[in-house]
């Protein structure tokens, strides 16, 4: 299994990226099982809010598992997205998500904070965005985080790449994260709110997300439709990708 979920007698359901090895990337069968534990969580009354974090403490997740094969459409204006429906909203669910992030959260993670309802990060976190570096076209990411941030910051580390990751310290400072914890201590924190959530009546809860989500749907939406029409013309083709990842290094500049 490559996603754990815990359901506790408080309501909260823990939901844990499960593989270590792999910085806890995405592959198929992850995808697959966070869209069916979302649509899951629709009909389970005994889950009132959840937490949602990553096995480890080097990464939370560290978006799609490039070893993984993926065919696609010739034709650049068909592109098929593999996380474009791993997020709690994209599946309907609006039922409080709080993220626990430790470790590395970058590249298609921002499918799962972007759709988090707010995010806890232990000291140890960083955030940032390889897209360019790897010369691929940041469209959803981009459009996520831009509405998490502040419009430079969002572009700054869509631009960046993997010269520069975010600290945990100027996340908080953004407005990204909400709390940061010691090291280790972000699930902690994450659950002990989210069972403060779930302690209260679910439908007003429900609702009160619908609506802060609703304050910005409209612009999120027609951003996000005009993502596949920037990917499929903008990214460099597989192999002159896999060539720059090949070649990527680890320097980069914390800030």
Sequence with gaps: MTLRVERRDDGVALVTLDRPERHNAIDPDTAEALTATWHGFRYDESVRAVVLTGTGDRAFCTG?????????????YSVDDP????????CDLWKPVVAAV????????????????FVIASENASFFDPHTSYGMVSAYESVYMAQRMPFGE????????????????RAYETGLVTEVTAPGGATAAALRAAAVIASYPTEPVQGTVRALWAAQEATRAHALSLAPHLIGPGNLPPAAQAHRFASRTDEHRLR
């Excluded at 969002?154 to 310290?169: I, Q, Y």
Aim: proline share 8%; charged share 20%.
């Design 102 to 117: 430790g470790g590395m959260a970058c590249g298609g993670a921002f499918y799962l904070l972007g759709e988090a309802e």
């Design 83 to 90: 996380l474009r429906s791993i997020g709690p909203k994209s």
């Design 64 to 76: 799609f598992d490039r070893s993984a094969d993926i065919p696609q459409p010739a034709s650049p």
């Design 154 to 169: 969002a572009a700054r580390m869509a631009l960046m790449g993997t010269a520069e990751r975010l600290s945990a310290r």
